[in-house]
């Protein structure tokens, strides 16, 4: 059972689990310390402790309260609306400003996974889910004649995320920083992908 927790406590406990992903995803697992995270946080080391006992413990709680996974599962499920075109649209688009806005946490569990099991577990679980979730979606659209019914809809749900996951990880690596002249707008990339989902995946009197 979830545990219950007064409206100031959850939110001590919030701001140090907000705290813990920052500094966890800049500096890393083992070189972060409880002081760092107490003073992002704006709480002294104490409080830390009372609240999560160790290090460890504020790093477990951290992946289990988070609710990135559930948001994005829910909002898939979500968007069967009868119109693949905008289905399609708002599925891209929540997939970028969602992994845009929680990239401090993505780079944490690409940094972890190769040394934590907590991490490669979550990423594990994350992506499994999201891809399992996407290909029921495509499955949906093939079922209602909008999907062609030799296509593959796991392997155009597991490029879709891929391909999302991959822009993510090059702002990661490189942030937002680019030559203009070489590159698109980001509204136009995603524009792209639709395009080619679209026509790669549909019948071709629902590609228009």
């Not at 569990?109 to 996407?134: H, P, Q, V, W």
């Not at 792209?192 to 071709?204: E, H, K, L, P």
Request: include cysteine; aromatic fraction near 12%.
């Amino acid at each position: 059972m979830e545990k219950k927790y007064s409206p100031r406590v959850k939110r001590t406990r919030d701001k140090i689990l907000d705290s813990a992903v920052q500094v966890f995803s800049q500096k890393g697992f083992q070189a972060s310390t409880i002081r760092e995270i107490a003073r992002s946080a704006g709480v002294n080391d104490l409080t830390v402790y009372r609240h999560f006992e160790s290090k460890e413990k504020l790093f477990n709680e951290m992946f289990r309260q988070h609710t990135l996974l559930s948001e994005m599962n829910n909002f898939i499920n979500s968007r069967v609306k009868g119109d693949f075109n905008a289905d399609i649209r708002a599925i891209i688009t929540m997939f970028v400003s969602t992994f845009k806005r929680e990239i401090a946490l993505v780079k944490l569990i690409l940094i972890e996974s190769e040394n934590m099991i907590e991490c490669r577990k979550y990423l594990a679980s994350f992506t499994g889910t999201i891809i399992k979730d996407l290909t029921a979606f495509f499955i949906h659209y093939q079922e209602s004649g909008v999907i062609r019914p030799e296509a593959n809809c796991y392997a155009i749900a597991s490029s879709l995320y891929s391909t999302v996951f991959a822009r993510v990880y090059s702002l990661i690596l490189y942030g937002d920083v680019r030559e203009e002249q070489d590159w698109i707008s980001e509204e136009e990339l995603i524009e792209g992908w639709i395009d080619m989902y679209r026509a790669s995946a549909t019948n071709v009197q629902y590609v228009h």
